[in-house]
Every structure is written in structure tokens, then in C-alpha cells.
């Protein structure tokens, strides 16, 4: 198995042929001793592996190692050769460009000599121009300056009496926007004054009457509390002699009650005398007259007074027809 070299196209590095040849003359004698090796590489890696082909394998690639290694060192010295070669050109071109430069700069400088003087009138009338107008001028924020140096002087003329009128005119119409804020302003605040003053006289309006109403309450809870005293003290008054004939009342019903209780007590003493004497059928007309008496009705009354003497009436009925029918049980 044949080991091929490796061939270069000087195309690839945009070299021409001649230049080429020259750079590949260097390389040539490693190249050539390469082919030399290419028999013996052949016929090596065709043998058996053994002790013998293994030393012949060693010194076959220690005479490659000394061509690779020789290649290195031409490689080194020919690429140091011509990027001392590359800076030599760029030496000479340096040279020559610092010559020339000077020499342009000086034609260039001659060559644009009254092209410079007009330059600088267009400069200088360009302020000039600029520096009249500025008073007049509308230029908004931003925007780059007219380009008054090159404008013929009627067009300028025109452009700056133009410029001076609108600003005059700007001036007017700020007069009187000024004088209209001036009147709007002073109409706002007389309005304003108007107003105050109708809530002052409002508001005082307002306090007079609250004053009044808050007087005319203070007589009203003034006499709402005499008629309040008066009140209490005459229901005091006639609580005390409600009281006072209630107390009485019930004084003659609890005397009243103890009499018709002596009454009774009289009553049944005689009768109890008399059921003695009686026969039997009597025994009969003293039921009936216990159920009389526990059917008396009696008449409903609504002070508390009152009432307690009419619960004790009640009790005293009760107790005297118990006590009659104990005593009629008897007979």
C-alpha cells in the first residue's frame, strides 16, 4: 500500500505560479527525500510483525522524524524570511505615503486657496446674517439654521423684512393676549370679591339667625322647664292628696270592714243560739243561707288600696262561710 504526498494548488493561496515555484524550491529536498522512504515504508508494513521488522520500523521512523523535523526548521527560517519580506514592502510603502502626504497636503492647500477665501466669506456673512436676524427670529428648537450665506441679497432682503414683520406681529398679538388675560383676570377677580363678599353677608345673615333661633330655644327650654317644675309639683301635689284620701278611704273601710265583721260574728252567735232551738229542717235554711252569703258579688275597684280592702272582704266572706259549715255540721 503506496502512501501518496500531499499535493498543493498555489491557486488556493492566490499566488501566482513563479512566486509559487520559488517557495516550493525550499521544500523540495525533504520532498524528495520522502520519496526515497516511500520503498522501504511499502515494504515494511507488509511484513509479519517480528523483532527484526520492529528495529527496521524504529529507524524507518526516526529517518522520517529527521526529514519532519528538517521541514520545521525550513518552514521556520522561510516564513521568517518573508514576513521580514511583508514588512520590508510595508516599509516602502510607509515611505512613500509620508513623502506624498506632504506633498498633497501643500497642492491641496494651493488648489483650494480661493475656494478657503470664499468658504470664509459664506462664514462670515452667514453670521453676519444670523446675528441680524436672531432678533426677528422663529426658528423652532431642533431645526437647523436657513442657510443665509448663500441666499442672494433681494431673497435675504425680503426673507429678514418678512421675519421682522411676524415678529412685530408676534409682539401684538402677545399685547394683546396680555391685556385680554390682564381684563379676564381682573373680571375673575372681581367676580370673586362679589362672591366673598355675598358669602360674608351669607354667612353673617346665617349666624344672625342661628343666634335668634338659639334664643328663642333658650326661652323655650326656659319655659319648658318652669312649665316641667310646675308640672311635677302640681302631680306632687295632687299625688300627696290622692294619698291622702286613699289613706282615709281605706281608714273607713278597714273601720267598716271590722264592724261588718262584729256584725257577722253578732249574726252568727244569734244564729248558732237560735239553730239550737231549732229542729232539724233549720239545718237546711243555714246551708242555704251559707250559700248565700258565699254569692254575694262583689264589686270590682281599681286602686291598690282598694283592692287589698275588697281581697280581705273576700277572705272575711270565706272564713265566715267555712266557720258556718263547720258549725252547721254540727247540729
Known amino acids: 500500500m503506496e502512501q501518496a504526498l500531499v499535493k498543493i494548488d498555489p491557486k488556493d493561496y492566490g499566488l501566482q505560479e513563479g512566486k509559487a515555484k520559488e517557495i516550493e524550491a525550499v521544500f523540495l529536498p525533504m520532498i524528495e527525500k520522502m520519496k526515497e522512504l516511500e520503498k522501504d515504508y511499502?515494504?515494511?508494513?507488509?511484513?509479519?510483525?517480528?523483532?527484526?521488522?520492529?528495529?527496521?520500523?524504529?529507524?524507518?521512523?526516526?529517518?522520517?522524524?529527521k526529514i519532519r523535523t528538517a521541514t520545521a526548521q525550513i518552514h521556520k527560517d522561510a516564513k521568517a524570511f518573508y514576513l521580514a519580506g511583508?514588512?520590508?514592502?510595508?516599509?516602502?510603502?510607509?515611505?512613500?505615503?509620508?513623502?506624498?502626504?506632504?506633498?498633497?497636503?501643500?497642492?491641496?492647500?494651493?488648489?483650494n486657496h480661493f475656494e478657503k477665501i470664499e468658504q470664509e466669506k459664506k462664514v462670515k456673512l452667514q453670521a453676519e446674517r444670523m446675528e441680524t436676524y436672531t432678533p426677528y427670529a422663529s426658528i423652532v428648537e431642533g431645526t437647523p439654521e436657513p442657510d443665509f450665506?448663500?441666499?442672494?441679497?433681494?431673497?435675504?432682503?425680503?426673507?429678514?423684512?418678512?421675519?421682522?414683520?411676524i415678529h412685530l406681529e408676534k409682539i401684538e398679538a402677545q399685547k394683546r393676549a396680555e391685556e385680554e388675560t390682564r381684563l379676564a383676570a381682573e373680571k375673575v377677580e372681581k367676580e370673586r370679591l362679589a362672591k366673598e363678599k355675598a358669602e360674608a353677608e351669607q354667612r353673617e345673615?346665617?349666624?344672625?339667625?342661628?343666634?335668634?333661633?338659639?334664643?328663642?330655644?333658650?326661652?323655650?327650654?326656659?319655659?319648658?322647664?318652669?312649665?316641667?317644675?310646675?308640672?311635677?309639683?302640681?302631680?306632687?301635689a295632687e299625688?300627696?292628696?290622692?294619698?291622702?284620701?286613699?289613706a282615709e278611704l281605706e281608714a273607713k273601710k278597714l273601720k267598716e270592714a271590722k264592724e261588718e265583721k262584729e256584725r257577722l260574728e253578732k249574726i252568727e252567735t244569734e244564729f248558732l243560739a237560735k239553730k239550737?232551738?231549732?229542729?232539724?229542717?233549720?239545718?237546711?235554711?243555714?246551708?242555704?243561707?251559707?250559700y248565700r252569703i258565699s254569692a254575694v258579688e262583689i264589686p270590682e275597684v281599681?286602686?291598690?288600696?282598694?283592692?287589698?280592702?275588697?281581697?280581705?272582704?273576700?277572705?272575711?266572706?270565706?272564713?265566715?262561710?267555712?266557720?258556718?259549715?263547720?258549725?252547721?255540721?254540727?247540729l
Open 86 to 111: 511583508g514588512k520590508f514592502v510595508d516599509g516602502w510603502k510607509n515611505a512613500q505615503l509620508y513623502a506624498s502626504h506632504g506633498m498633497e497636503d501643500k497642492l491641496e492647500s494651493i488648489e
Open 302 to 330: 281599681n286602686s291598690d288600696k282598694a283592692k287589698t280592702i275588697r281581697h280581705e272582704a273576700m277572705n272575711g266572706l270565706v272564713m265566715l262561710v267555712n266557720q258556718l259549715g263547720k258549725k252547721i255540721d254540727l
Open 239 to 246: 299625688k300627696k292628696e290622692r294619698d291622702r284620701v286613699e
Open 42 to 65: 511499502n515494504e515494511i508494513i507488509e511484513l509479519p510483525v517480528s523483532m527484526e521488522t520492529s528495529i527496521r520500523a524504529r529507524e524507518l521512523r526516526l529517518r522520517y522524524v
Open 205 to 236: 345673615k346665617i349666624r344672625l339667625e342661628n343666634e335668634k333661633l338659639k334664643k328663642e330655644k333658650e326661652q323655650l327650654e326656659a319655659e319648658a322647664k318652669k312649665r316641667e317644675a310646675y308640672r311635677v309639683a302640681k302631680e306632687l
Open 276 to 290: 239550737k232551738a231549732e229542729q232539724a229542717p233549720d239545718k237546711e235554711k243555714l246551708k242555704n243561707l251559707c
Open 149 to 165: 450665506a448663500n441666499m442672494p441679497d433681494d431673497i435675504w432682503n425680503n426673507f429678514l423684512e418678512g421675519a421682522k414683520k
